[in-house]
């Protein structure tokens, strides 16, 4: 096969690669511009969320435990100076 017949070749499989999606973004444009706006934009598929009901109360764990921990933790060096 002769370079100039594979370059034939590559660019026809580039043209069709970048071109498809193109054209399939036009249409789709396009089809979206034919539509009126409310559909477009879904307006009336949004519903409200639903309120959240919790079976208990939220308690927060106490915030003093994890700082007595640290508070207990010995700091020395590790590295013996002379």
Do not use: C, K, N
């Not at 396009?30 to 519903?47: D, K, Q, S, Y």
């Amino acid at each position: 096969m002769s370079a100039r017949r594979s370059l034939r070749r590559l660019h026809v499989w580039l043209g069709f690669l970048v071109g498809l999606p193109m054209v399939f973004w036009t249409v789709s444009g396009l089809w979206m511009v034919a539509r009126p706006i409310e559909e477009v934009r879904g307006t009336a598929l949004r519903t409200a969320p639903a309120e959240l009901v919790l079976p208990t109360a939220i308690v927060p764990p106490p915030a003093a435990a994890p700082l007595r921990a640290l508070v207990l933790l010995p700091l020395s060096s590790r590295r013996r100076l002379p």
